[in-house]
């Protein structure tokens, strides 16, 4: 059965790269794996829905070169004739379709589109050989079936699709020549001339701007993935380990994963990738290592993004909630007395995380200094160390972290106090505060910085329904369902294909 592919879909699998060669067998592809997309049926039918839209837009945005023929006759001698202005009018799609064939690709088929296609012939015959003396508009209606069989492939590194197996059935391809002055044996030179060529230019011209199409939708996904995994200096590679695979139910890409900062880039040769750790019946799933992860950590740890300034006003309110410790003190005074206090937190350790089916966590070296003037020296400086269960959700189209601290020593502080027990206080104190109030805090500044990201790149623009991110031995599955608005795809091929 002839068939079609989504050409979203193929975008959406084309993701980006720019790295070396892909391995042949995918076992041996998964240890360097760090991060899959695997996109199911669902999915595509979904994309698939789009697909007429870019189809229409292949045939607008096609170009319809100029022909010309010639050919002898009995009794009238040479006849030259040129087709001109070829353009398309009343375009209408009727259906997609595709499936997916295991192990060798996606099938497509659009069946009856019809068009009405213009344009003039010169032609010239006898004595008006010289110069195309006479010129004729016609009109033809069409209707065809358009068939593409795109094989995906590893080419330079990332998911590349080959379309050359794109033909067109015509059903119907109907001359009308106005005017009809001509003689009949011209108008039937004509019909078989412009039959046979409108056949040809039609799908040569359709079948490139469907590879151009396809391409281009491709490359603007890769980068707009790409930009959203880069920001600043860190950038990651996504090139493609392997050829993508297809399955009755799903395709699946497999990603690289590599953080690069400061010219350094992470490896990963040990990932614990297998298929078998995703399901199908959610539309989309990336599964991500704990390998991919935690380079990303330590470059932004590196790059001093871990860092926060709570001062004025937004500090007193902060340290307002209800602690069961008292607040010594000194802070009360400095909160209160001064008129700029400020609360610096950093990272003093690169972030490790660790996932299991019981959850992510992360472990850190935190530090803080409390400032009452946001000169000179601080009044307070604390280090912690904590082990923090991570739980992610997006609600809304924000991206919410929520933290359960498990461990929390602090094992430093400098306070201006010599008493033992102040001092003893002062550490419970901190303690609950670094719990009840500076993760939460810190991690709600992480979910709006997540989330900036994604609006960066406009992909919260995308509907996704019940988004999940589960964690598992080694790494984490976020899986959703999405829906794909209009709009979007009106503005995707107006910023593709114009
Ligand atoms: C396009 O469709 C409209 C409405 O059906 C019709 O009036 C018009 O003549 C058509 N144009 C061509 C070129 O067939
Ligand atoms: C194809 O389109 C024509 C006119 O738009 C319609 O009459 C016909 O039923 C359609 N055929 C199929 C198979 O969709
Ligand atoms: C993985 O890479 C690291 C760092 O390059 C190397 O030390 C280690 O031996 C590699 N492991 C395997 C299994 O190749
Ligand atoms: C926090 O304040 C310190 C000292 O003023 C400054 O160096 C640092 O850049 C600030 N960090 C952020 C994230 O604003
Ligand atoms: C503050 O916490 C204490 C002890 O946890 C509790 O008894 C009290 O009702 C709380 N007060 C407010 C206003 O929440
Ligand atoms: C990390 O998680 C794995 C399960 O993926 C577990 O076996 C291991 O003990 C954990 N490591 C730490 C340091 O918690």
Known sequence: MPSKVPLLLLSLLSWFGTSH????????????TGAVCRLTYPAAVVLNEKTTKVIEAAFQHARYPSMKGEKSLLFIGKVMYGLDNLEIHNLSIGQSAFELHPGEGIAMEISNVSAVFKGTIQYGYGSWLVNFGHSVDFEIDSQIDLGINPKLYCGDGKVAADTTDCYLNFHKLRLHLQGDKEPNWLKKLFTDFITLTVKLVIKGQICKEINKAANILADFIQDTAEQFLTDGDISVDIGITAAPVITANYIESYHKGLTKYNNKIAVINESVFHPSQLTEDRMIYFWISDQFLNPMLKAAHQDG????????????????????TAMPEFIRKCLLDSASPELRLWSSSVPYLNSSILGTTIWVQASGQLHCESQGTPVLFFQTSMAVDITTSYVNKKVL????????????????????????????FIKEAVVKIGTPKVLSVLGVELTRLLDKQGLYQFDLFNPEVLPRDGFVVIQMDFGFPHHLLVEFLKRTLQ
């Open 21 to 32: 060669c892909c391995l042949q067998d995918p076992a041996s592809a998964y240890r360097f």
């Open 401 to 428: 972290l929520q933290g359960h601290p498990t461990e929390i020593s602090v094992f430093r502080a400098e306070l201006p106090l010599q008493d033992q027990q102040l001092y003893d206080e002062a550490l419970e």
């Open 305 to 324: 993004r871990f860092q926060l300034n709570v001062s004025g006003e937004e500090l007193t309110t902060l340290l307002r909630t209800n602690l069961s």
